[in-house]
Every structure is written in structure tokens, then in C-alpha cells.
């Protein structure tokens, strides 16, 4: 399993931006508060300006009036001079501060009082209507010097203008400022000017002070001056400034005052303004906004970090299962083509030479085979590989197995492809241009296959039958394994050298006798059975003298009457030649015992060797002749030559017992076969019958007629009758009665026939 990097490049940005990110934060708060500072600093610059204004414009009328009263104590007091001073005053280069302004001369300011000068400064607000700075100064008959603003204004450490006092009337509210002057370096008087509340609030309004609630201008004593709100805090009664109440007021009013204060220079009057702390702050966030989207995006590239980096673990993980998961299946998927593939190669291939397998062969498509195309399964059978496979180690078997394939594969033109079936049979499918050259090429694996193998300090030789089978009979592959066998167990075969080839007429004679030994085991095998009868004559002047009978079949399966030369040994190998050998004797017997025959005549009956070594075959003979009440003389038993020379002890039993009973024997064939000459003068054979063979060709070959003759006196010195078979010619015929054969039978008579036909027969 891969192990986790503990410090992946995503992991370390991962807690690069967790530890970036207090620190963010802390940047924000720092700066927020920065932020709320400057803000309020502002704000309180702001009053400060306004008072500095207040202030400058003051002084400004301050220097104007000092400039004034200093000419003016020179001066007479006269109205003219005074005009001129005002004249010469306006024109100086201050008279710009006093744009707009009306001079007004008033000898009496009060009715009641003394002769005083004043003038009056007409201000002319933007907005709209005059209002005056009224600048006086006192007549020295005017005793002011008892008055508390008068001493408290000339006993000021400064010559700035000072407060003098509020004064509130129902009409006309107003504060004046006061300025001591000097006569001969002493403070003789004072110069006041009264500003009017109306002035103030004009004068206020030239500031932007829409983000403060409320302005406040204080006098010494914390004696509100001025609102530039109208809460009647100012006005009527001057009342002391009292923060608490004033936070409360607010804070009534569901806000969060904030308190900002200015003092003047001359700390006779203070600025407070009243700010909405809520307002700022809400004011600094909307202005901040950036902050916030710093702050937001930091937060939320955190979270997609963390997202990303849970769903990039996640994935990690399910890729991993995944991939494990696929690993498994991968592999047992690999493994099972593997196993598919083997059991696949196993399923077509011999696991010893790993040539292909029976299987392979069966599934081998064989097309039609053309008349023109040559193609031949051959098999090879090792003979004697059983015999090896006793004494030789199975692992040295199996690598005589191996060599012989590839012996054999190295032989094998590519055109053929090679097998190996069951046992030590292989095969091998050969195209060749004709049967010579596939023999050629048997011949030549032959060849091969006999030479010796040296294995383990052994030599080993192998013995090889092989078997040529063309294709052109079959496709039909299970039908041509069979085919191939039969050429091997040599029913269907002719040999060539030492290759065995399928014989196709042995194969049609081996197939009608398959299906000879189906019907004969049918129930009805007997009953189809009914006798010929072929007449034996005296040969002087061919007269009857007997007659065999000659059994047939009328087989309902295969549809006609079989010869006996096809059935007979068929019966023999299949039992069948029992029933067979009882039905014509008992037909035969029935014939003598019916009497349809002339009592000088005989009746051959052929008999198989099988018969007679059937247990209690004489007695059951005894019982059928005894019990049918025939002359024993005049039937004939004939066995044929071959089975004279059978060992079986049961059968030369037989033979004695019915010589002993009277029965009389013939020997049947004779001259094919091996008769021992011991045994012809030791069992007294009634009969020799000389095979068709001989006579056939008497006339022609002499050493014929001269077995013939020899046999004629054989059987004259031991008594026998001597009979002359397949006698077809007037000549033979001729050529035998000067011998001396005294019977003889053959077509020349008549043919096998019934027996009504053979007693209506005219010979002679
Ligand atoms: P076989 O016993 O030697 O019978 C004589 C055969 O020669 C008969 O053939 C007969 O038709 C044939 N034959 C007779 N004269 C001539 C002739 O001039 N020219 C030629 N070409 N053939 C002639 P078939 O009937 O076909 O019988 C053949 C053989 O079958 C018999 O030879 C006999 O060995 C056997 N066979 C016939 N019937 C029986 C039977 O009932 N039992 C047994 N066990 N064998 C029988
Ligand atoms: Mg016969
Ligand atoms: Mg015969």
C-alpha cells in the first residue's frame, strides 16, 4: 500500500493558509479599528476646523478692530475722523473679510447712555439677509469697569478675544467676544463684537457636518453656547454641559452616541460633537467592503481547501479501494483467462507431447470432400508401447512419447496436421496429391519410427502399425475413426509394405455382414429359413442317386434370399448356426419320414463343427430320427474338410458317436483343406466330396484330373463314395465318367431347387 506523504504540496498550502489566516483576521480587526479612528479623527478635525474658522475669522475682525482702536485712540472723537478711519479702514487689505458690509455711524447706542461710538459691520450670509458684527467701542463715560465680563477681559493673560458672556433675550440671541485695547501700554477699554445665533448657524453650515448629530459649542464653565441641532439645550437658559444626560438623550433615541471634542486655543470655548458610533462603523464596513471580500474570500478559499483536500483524501481513498479493487480483479481475472486458457489447451491437447488432442480432431471441421481432393487420415498405433509401459518409468515413457512427436512432427509435410488420440494411437490428416505419396509418406514415418531411441542409456525400438484411410468415403470424422480402425484390425484392409490400407469392397462386404448379423438376430431369423435341394447323379447315366440340401433365407429385413455363403460363417460366429443346423436337418428328416423321396435316395445335409460339439447333439439326432421313423442309410451328414482338422475333442466324439449309430459322414470340400490321411483310415467317412475347385478345371489343367484320379483311388481303396462338385459341362461331366467318378453334382444337372421341381426332374 503507497504511504501518505505527511507534507503533500497541498497539505503544506493547506496549513500555510490555517496560519495565515488569525493572522487575516487579526490584520482586519487591526485595520478596522485604524479604520474607526481615522474616521473619528476626521470627524473631529472637522469641528476643529470649523473652530479654528470661528476662530480665524475672530481674530481676523480681532486685527481689524485692534487696527481700528489703535487709530482710534489717536484720533479726536470726532464724527468726521472717525468716518475716515472706517473709510480708510475698509479700503485696507483686510476689507476683503468684510465683503458686503453696511457702515452705520451711531453717536447714542443707548438713549439713556453716554455719547458712544459704534459701527456696525453688516455680514452678508450666502444663504441670504445681513447680519452685523457690531463693533463698538465704549466711551470712556460709560463705567464698565465694575462689569464681571469687563475685568475678567482685561485681567485675560492674552490679547485674544475672549468670551464675554451669552445673551439670551426673547429677541435677539447672541454671544459677545470682547477684546481689550490699550491706551498708553495700559488695558483702557475693551472692543466687543456679538454674534447673533442665526450667524453661528450659517456659519456651521458651511461644513459638511451632515454625519454628526449634533454640534455643540461650549463656553468656559461648560455652559452650552450653541446647538447646531435646536434640542433647547441652548437658548433660553444656558445650561451646563452635561455628557451623561446628553449620552442618554441619545442613546433614547436607540443610538450609540460618540462624543468628540475640540478645544480652542484659548480654551475659552470647546466643540463637541455628537457622532452616531453605530453610523461610522456601519459606514467603515460599506467603505471596507474590499476588507470583507478579502476576509470572505480568505474564508472561503480555507473551506474550498478543505473541501478540495476532504475530497481529494476521499478520493485518494476510494481510489485506492478502487485500485485494490481492480488489483483483485485484475488479477482474478488474469488468473481465471489463465486457468481458461489451460483448461482450453488441455481441453485440445495431449498434456504429454502437446500435440492436439482427439477432441481437436473430432471438432476439426471437414468440409465435403471434392472427388479430386486427396486426403487421407493416417494412424499410427506403437505396438508395442503397452509392453514398454510395464517395464519402463513412466517419466521415460513419457519422453519416449515426446520424441516420437517429434519425429513425427518433423517427418509431417506442413499441409498435414498430427493428433494423438486415445492410448498410443496418433493420427495425422494428410493432403496429397494421391494415394502413392501418402503411402510414400507412411512409408517413410515407418522408416522413421523403427530407428532406434537412445533414452537413458537405453535403446528403445518402437513397433508402428499404420493405417491409410482416403477421406473420399466420409466426412464424417467419428465414421472415419471407425473406418481407420477396421483398417487397422485388418477386417478392411489390404496390406502394402507395411502400411495397411482401407479397402472400400472388404468395407461393403464387412458392412452388409453388420447388417446380415442385425436381421439374424431377429425372432423370425429361423422361420424366414426354407431348403433348396441340388440332386447328386450316378454320373454313367444321370440318374438320381440323392440330393443336398442347401439352406436360404428370406430375410424380411434385408429384403430378398441370401446365400448361405454369405450367412453361414456369420451363423457360426454368432451362435445362430445352432437353430440353423437343427431346422434343416429336422426339414430334411421330415422329408425321409414323409417319403417324398425314393427310398435309393439320399439326403446330404450340410453340418457345421459348432454343431457337433453342441452337448447331446447325436442323441437329440437319435431322438428326431428315431421318432420320425427313417432309414438312418439315407441321410448323409457332410462336414467340410476345414473342420476335420479341428482339434476340439467334442467334435471327433460326435463324429465317432454317429459312425457308431449308423449315420454316414462325407467330407465335405474335400482337397482345400488339411484331412490327415491318419485320420481318413481311422474314421470310416462315408463320403468324399472333391471341391468344385478341381473339377472346374479338369479340363484344362491335367495335374487337376490327377488330384482328381488320386483321390477317386483314395477313396476306392478305404470304400468311400466319391463325389465330383461343380460339375457345369457336358465335358466335365464326360471326362469324369471315364475316370470313373460314379456321382457327381453341379449345375450341369440342376441348380439348387425346390423339391417338387427336383421330382419332376427329367435327367437322363
Ligand atoms: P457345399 O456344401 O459345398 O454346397 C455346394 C455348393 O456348390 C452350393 O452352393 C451349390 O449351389 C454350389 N454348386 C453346386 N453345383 C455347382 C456348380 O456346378 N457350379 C457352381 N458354381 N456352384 C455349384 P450353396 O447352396 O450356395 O452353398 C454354399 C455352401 O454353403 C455349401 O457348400 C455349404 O458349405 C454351405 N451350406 C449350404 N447349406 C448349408 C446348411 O444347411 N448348413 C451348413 N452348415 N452349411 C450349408
Ligand atoms: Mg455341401
Ligand atoms: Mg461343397
Known sequence: MKKRNPLSPTRIIFLILILLLPLGILFLIRNDHKEYEKAVNLKGDKLSHALDLIEISFSVHNQLISTVAKLASNLDREQQIHEDFLEKAFVSSHSELVYGMGIWYRPYLFQSDSKRFSSYISYSSPKGGNYAFNYYWNSPEYDYHTQEWYLKTINSGHNDMVLTGPYFDTDYNYITLGQPFYRDGIKTGIITIDIILPMLNDFFSQFDFSDLENIYLITDGDKILYTSKNTGDAGQSVKKFNRDSIVNQYRALKFSPLIIEKETQNSFIKIYGIADKNKIIKDLIRSRGYYYGVYILLWGMMLGLLRYNLSVKRKKMENQILNQENTTLKNEIQRRKKAESQLHFFAYHDPVTGLLNLNALLESEIQPVPEEDKRFLIQIWLDNMKELSTILDRNIIDTLLQEFSDRLIRQCPETASQYRGNGFNFYIISRASSEEETLYLAEKLYDEFRKTIRLHSRNVRLRVRIGVTPFKDSTDLNQLLNMSQSTFSGINQKQINHIYLYDTILQQKR???????????????????????????????????????????????????????????????????????????????????????????????????????????????????????????????????????????????????????????????????????????????????????????????????????????????MNNIVIAEGVETEEIHNLLRSIGMKHTQGYLYSKPIALEDLLKLKLH
Do not use: C
Open 511 to 717: 458392412s452388409f455382414q453388420l447388417a446380415l448379423d442385425a436381421a439374424m438376430s431377429h425372432s423370425s431369423f429361423v422361420s424366414e429359413l426354407f431348403l433348396l435341394y441340388q440332386p447328386i447323379v450316378n454320373t454313367e447315366d444321370k440318374s438320381i442317386a440323392g440330393m443336398e440340401a442347401l439352406v436360404r433365407w428370406n430375410s424380411s429385413q434385408m429384403e430378398g434370399i441370401i446365400s448361405p455363403a454369405d450367412f453361414i460363417s456369420l451363423a457360426e460366429e454368432n451362435g445362430y448356426i445352432i437353430d440353423l443346423g437343427w431346422f434343416v436337418l429336422e426339414e430334411s428328416i421330415g422329408i425321409l419320414a414323409a417319403k417324398k423321396i425314393p427310398e435309393d435316395w439320399f439326403i446330404s445335409v450340410n453340418v457345421s463343427p459348432l454343431q457337433f460339439i453342441e452337448s447331446g447333439f447325436t442323441d437329440k439326432l437319435d431322438t428326431l430320427t428315431s421318432l420320425a421313423g427313417i432309414n438312418k442309410k439315407q441321410l448323409k451328414l457332410e462336414i467340410t474338410e476345414s473342420s476335420t482338422s479341428s482339434g476340439v475333442r467334442f467334435f471327433w466324439q460326435t463324429v465317432n458317436e454317429l459312425i457308431e449309430r449308423g449315420y454316414r459322414l462325407a467330407i465335405d470340400d474335400f482337397g482345400t483343406g488339411e484331412s490327415s490321411f491318419h485320420r481318413l483310415h481311422t474314421i470310416p467317412f462315408d463320403t468324399l466330396k472333391i471341391d468344385q475347385s478341381f473339377v472346374k478345371g479338369i479340363s484344362q489343367d491335367s495335374s487337376n484330373l490327377e488330384i482328381i484320379q488320386s483321390i477317386l483311388r483314395l477313396g476306392n481303396t
